[in-house]
């Protein structure tokens, strides 16, 4: 039985999502639900949660309610499923009255295979008698973490769900999915609910895609310009912790010319909702935000964030950063550290009106985060280690793990500024100490006797910009230290102390821009993605819900020019295909771009199936099951290929794979339903009829 519900839950991920395989954890997860047990999941962002209910909801069969608290999203999550041509819907106050009854009418006769509410919805009259007319096969609570006191968004409507699902006259298998719980966290979630300790699913907190790039005394406008403008094209996010020095980004990336949006607490709402808008449509690629933007954003291709500034805690930051690469493509997160950024959130804490020991706790994270700023470590391997994961390996990939023989011996250049430092006897401030060191003609500087100091002009072929970042790093690095001050003065510290008597070396990192291909420059996936950009604004949805990044790269690496081949790309299921596959295929088919240049390592790991080796095996009389085995591709796929063989006289009697008797319950279930969903079809005929199956003479049947 559950085999059979397996097979199921495979299929569906093929047909419906256009996947070849299961991620890690989620077939586990499935199986799960589907052998009538709970879960609790805890799985990083862009992981894959929303698969594990929605798989199963479409296997199960009846309704599947979703709680969820974020009701911006709860569209776009719709959407989404809606694309790929399951059948949702959501129940919230953003909708009219006569909507909601239409909505409620339509659940209640049990066309709706996910249904997405907030939990305050859940005591909710009308709502309650819809339900009481459908079978609940499932209850999925999103951002389940909302449930517990010690996580950190705590809500009080969620806790009222536990009792409602008591209150069920039956009750069906709860998932609960985070991905933000701590073990203390994921504890008190299953407590409440009555989820098993031994139910817990656990995939980690590492995300495989993303990069982590540090960059300490950078000059921040400059490498946010240029690394904007190597980036042109691609989407990202500039977070800055002040409002004042976002405005400033933003003012100062438009002059560039940069598509940019702007927001922000001060802004009005419209402003706000504009530019957000803006971003989630690809109509501007920059968002440069504080962090007030980002909850409740599902756009799966931002392929950057940089911060500014350096956040208060790791959490923030991880969940900050986390926004890129939802998608699963390479994305970078690059976080610019300044010494003065650790001032900011001081004062941030300091200003806010917790009790003494929750700011205590503040300033406890808030030295994490200064450490993260500082360490040597894979900064990966960092933060996975401050989430409570031990036995993480370096990344070899982060700007920690690739520094090796990039570093310059900057010690002799330490020494000048830390011995001006001294001569200064401690009492000035960090430009002050560089206008020296360059021996600048400012007034000041002669006023004080400063420039008859032996280490005036010692850096003059530096400018004073320029020496003042290389002060930046040492503070960075803490050779020298600023006082607590509103007018902070430098001081040498210890280490700086050893470096100045020649017992220590500096070694300071070359940093640069960036590694990352830009994928903008090949012109295909450019015209891809016009085209995305097209058919979505006819939809009236965000682009990233037609197909992803990660397909139209890998549609710009094969180009495919048929139907079946484009089947094989994947995130092409069998809904988009026939909702979007000839638009893309014409653009395609029309392309004389030379794909042999673009073929990716990736890429030549997944061969292309040999159709006609695939046409040859069958005209041999081997099954398709055994084709499959042969070439190492899936039956479905096979069959996907045949059919088109077929149509195109290439092979013949495929149909013949479908008994006649299943060929009549097939065709009356069409007769009935239509063939714009499967899933009502396949509600019709029944278990032991295959989508596969259904698909065959969905296409070849009507030439009998
Ligand atoms: P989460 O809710 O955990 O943040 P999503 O469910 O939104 O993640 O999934 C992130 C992305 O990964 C989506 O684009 C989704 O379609 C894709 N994805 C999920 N599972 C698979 C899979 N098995 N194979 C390929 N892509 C997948
Ligand atoms: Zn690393």
Redesign the pocket.
Known sequence: MIQQKMEQAIQT?ETF?G?????KG?EQIIRSLLTNNDALVV??????????YQIPAQVLGGTTLVISPLIALMKDQVDAVNQIGIRATFVNSAISKAEEHARLTQVASGEITLLYVAPERLYDPAFQNALKQTPISLIAIDEAHCMSQWGHDFRPSYLRIAEWINGLPYRPPVVA?T?TATPEVAEDICLRLGIDVNNQHYTGFKRENLTFRLLRGEKKDRFIMQYVEAKKGLSGIVYASTRKEAEQIYRQLRKQQTNTVLYHGGLTEIERTEAQEAFVHDEADVMVATNAFGMGI?K?NVRFVIHANLPGTIEAYYQEAGRAG???EESECVLLYQAQDIQTQRFFIEQSNGELEKKENDFEKLQFMNRYAHTNQCLEQFILEYFGGSESEPCGKCSNCTKEGEQEDVTREAQMVLSCVVRMKERYGKSIVAQVLTGSKNKKIEQFHLNKLPTYGLMNKRTAKDVQAFIDFLLAEGFIGLTPTSYPTLKVLEKGAAVLKGDAKVNQYKEHISSQQNNINDPLFEQLRLKRKELAEKQGVPPYLIF?D?TLKEMATVVPKTNETLATI??VGAHKLELYGEAFLDLLRSTDIQVSTVISTQQKGKAKLNVDEAIQLYNEHKSPSEIAEELGFSEQTIIKHLIEAEKDGRASDVLKLVTEEKQIRIKEAINEHGTEFLKPIKERVGETISYTEIKIVMELGANV
Do not use: E, I, V, W
Not at 19 to 23: C, L
Not at 43 to 52: A, D, E, I, V
């Open positions: 991920l999502y996947y070849s395989s299961f991620r989620q799985m990083p962002t862009g992981g894959g949660k929303s698969l594990c999915l991905a599902n799966s939802r998608d699963g992803s990660k994947s995130g």
